[in-house]
């Protein structure tokens, strides 16, 4: 699987941006899929996931009731919807696709994804 993100960019505080993940290869119905995002100096953390048919989704205390993590199958491809953007969401964002159980011990660990997109920088000013 081949996973691309984009729609990265420089914000206000208080704007909005949505990321999209488009894969090719292989149907993304037969994953998991989850956004990371790392800031400088910062480790890799997990931001949000999704399950295989979209029916359940989950998310860092610190985005909640901010961000929206949605698919759409039929187009392979996996969104991320950032509202109330804050300077500290500033990152490189992430997706990637994992083949795992979805559970929040799996689907939070960055080392159970097996394929990653090469990320997309978002920066919000204060």
Request: proline share 0%; net charge positive; charged share 10%.
């Given at each position: 699987v081949q996973l691309q993100a984009f729609g990265g960019g420089m914000v206000q505080a208080g704007g909005s941006l949505r990321l999209s993940c488009a894969a090719s290869g292989r149907t993304l119905s037969s994953y998991t899929m989850g956004w990371f995002r790392q800031a400088p100096g910062k480790e890799r953390e997990f931001v949000a996931a999704i399950r295989r048919n979209g029916d359940s989704t989950d998310y860092v205390d610190s985005v909640k009731g901010r961000f929206t993590i949605s698919r759409d199958?039929?187009?392979n491809t996996v969104y991320l919807q950032m509202n109330s953007l804050k300077p500290e969401d500033t990152a490189v964002y992430?997706?990637?696709a994992a083949p795992i159980y979805y559970s929040r011990s799996n689907y939070s660990t960055s080392s159970n994804y097996d394929y990653w997109g090469h990320g997309t920088l978002?920066?919000?000013?204060s």
């Open positions: 199958n039929n187009k992430y997706c990637a978002v920066t919000v000013s």
